[in-house]
């Protein structure tokens, strides 16, 4: 039962740590996190000279490193440190409901609430291309979500398992 609650806090903290990057990159104008967006907002705000390709290129590649690494070094802390997970199905599952709890915070929360229904991320200048997630890029992420991240949890669980 600990256990359980234990791994639902943890769960939390994941959506946490995908959710404060996302608050500090639109904090600082909506357009420095244009590379969350499609090539065609992209394209707009560089047009409009908000913000130049070049730094599109280092927000996006700075904002990934920090926030997998953080997030791939607080999973494996917390199924191999916190809750002693050892072997292949144990640290397998948890891994898995913590990747599944950020991507479906990622879906419902911030792709379906957050970017589609609130202004937050709205550009001054790009409201004609919203929905700012088209059709295409949903059903890519919501793959990556379903298929993609047994997959990523398998390969952390089995890497971890050769290396302890």
Known sequence: MILTMVLILECI????????????????GTEQGAFLYEKDVQDRVVEMGLISKAQIEKNGKLFKLCTLTVMIAFVLWSVYGINGARGFIVPFLQIYAMTMAEGLFDRFFIDWYWVEH????????????????????KTVKWLITIVGNPIIAAVLA??????L
């Open 158 to 163: 089995g890497i971890m398992m050769v290396v």
């Open 118 to 137: 609130t202004k937050a991320w709205a550009i001054p200048g790009t409201e004609d291309l919203r929905p700012y997630i088209p059709r295409k890029t």
């Open 13 to 28: 903290v994941v959506c946490f740590i995908l959710f404060l990057p996302c608050v500090v990159v639109i904090a600082n």
